[in-house]
Every structure is written in C-alpha cells, then in structure tokens.
T-cell receptor, first 116, second 118 residues
Framework: DAKTTQPTSMDCAEGRAANLPCNHSTISGNEYVYWYRQIHSQGPQYIIHGLKNNETNEMASLIITEDRKSSTLILPHATLRDTAVYYCIVRVGSRGRGSTLGRLYFGRGTQLTVWP | NAGVTQTPKFRILKIGQSMTLQCAQDMNHNYMYWYRQDPGMGLKLIYYSVGAGITDKGEVPNGYNVSRSTTEDFPLRLELAAPSQTSVYFC?????????????????FGEGSWLTVV
C-alpha cells in the first residue's frame, strides 16, 4: 500500500534540473509527502518533506500542488552522484501507538540516471 | 555520532538456523524500525518500536521477533531461517517528541545487512 505513483525511470543531463513527479491522489490532510533516495542499495537517504507549502533545502526543492494530489521533486543541478532510486512517500503524522504512525510505505520509486 | 549502526553487514545462514541482526543508534531517538528490501523492490516494514519496552508489527512480521530493552538498541531475531528471508535488512530510527509525528520528523537509516538463507 504505497499510496503513491511514480514513473519507473527517468534520465537527466548533468548540470540540468531533474524534475521527478509523484501522484498521491488519496493523500489525507495529516499526511506529509517525503522524498528519500537510495544509491546502490545503501540505506535510504532523506531528501526533503512537506505538508502543503513548497519547501527548499540544500539538496532539493519540493513543489506540492494546491490540492496536494501531486508533487514534484526538483534537483536544480543534477550531478552524476544523484543517480539513484528516488522514493516519494506519504506518511501519517498522528499520535499514539497502534496507528499507522511513522510508517513509511515505499513503492518501487523512480530510477533517475544522470548522464554526462 | 555514528548514527544508526547495523551488524553484521553480510551473513549466510542455513535453513532452520537462527540469528540476530543488531541495530544501535546514538541519537537518543525514541522510534526505531526494521525494514526488509527484496531485489528490485521497495522497503517493507517488519517491526517498529515507539520506545523502550514497546514494539509493534509492521507489514511483514511473520518469521521475526524484536525486543527493545533500551532506547539505543533494537535487535531483530530470525528464529527458523527460510529462503524467503533472503533479503537486505535496514534498521532506522527517528525522534518524535511526545509521540506526535505532526512535525514531520526525519527517519535515518543504517547501511543495511545482507542476509542469504541457503
């Protein structure tokens, strides 16, 4: 039950912006959108997250549509080291044991290949 | 600050053997998790813990057991190893003050433990 839909693969030229889309049409009001990436079967690495406002950090920008049914992760200047599988995840922010709190539901993600 | 540390990194087990995957974090995180990842697939949650003494099942708990006697450690036990448990196992942790995840806190992952059951 990944709750998100992402393209299987994308590619991008080095130095260009990589725009990774994600659909989460059933997202609830208290669910955050998270992005992680995984390089060569290493442990997943946190990139960014947001609830409804656009967010930016040193790694990427996250653009969430007004209806929150989709989002786009933007790597502004992709490098070869950004080649990885990118996971878009929705995560409940709720209190208490026994709920789905904290669970990250990973789908298969998007394989981003950055080429020279 | 080592983050999340998993041991061993690689292990081969025979069918029916038992073993424990160790996980430790030094960030004073209250939440800890175990995930498994099969080839070409995303991660699936096995068990998680919201604090010392409290554990709960995730999506795929069958064949595994966990304990959380301290804040720092969250070992995963395989009692009777089966070939279906061949996978990469990731431990993770996060901090949620008061158990409220509304702040959208980050989960930190270890580097993984590669387990093969033959």
């Amino acid at each position: 039950d990944a709750k998100t839909t992402q393209p299987t693969s994308m590619d991008c030229a080095e130095g260009r912006a990589a725009n990774l889309p994600c659909n989460h049409s059933t997202i609830s009001g208290n669910e955050y959108v998270y992005w992680y990436r995984q390089i060569h079967s290493q442990g997943p690495q946190y990139i960014i997250h947001g609830l409804k406002n656009n967010e930016t950090n040193e790694m990427a920008s996250l653009i969430i549509t007004e209806d929150r049914k989709s989002s786009t992760l933007i790597l502004p200047h992709a490098t070869l080291r950004d080649t990885a599988v990118y996971y878009c995840i929705v995560r409940v922010g709720s209190r208490g044991r026994g709920s789905t709190l904290g669970r990250l539901y990973f789908g298969r993600g998007t394989q981003l290949t950055v080429w020279p | 600050n080592a983050g999340v540390t998993q041991t061993p990194k690689f292990r081969i087990l025979k069918i029916g053997q038992s073993m424990t995957l160790q996980c430790a974090q030094d960030m004073n995180h209250n939440y800890m998790y175990w995930y498994r990842q099969d080839p070409g697939m995303g991660l699936k949650l096995i068990y998680y813990s919201v604090g010392a003494g409290i554990t709960d099942k995730g999506e795929v708990p069958n064949g595994y057991n966990v304990s959380r006697s301290t804040t720092e450690d969250f070992p995963l036990r395989l009692e009777l190893a089966a070939p279906s448990q061949t996978s990469v196992y990731f431990c993770a942790s996060s901090y949620s003050p008061g158990g409220d995840l509304g702040s959208g806190n980050t989960i930190y992952f270890g580097e993984g433990s590669w387990l093969t059951v033959v």
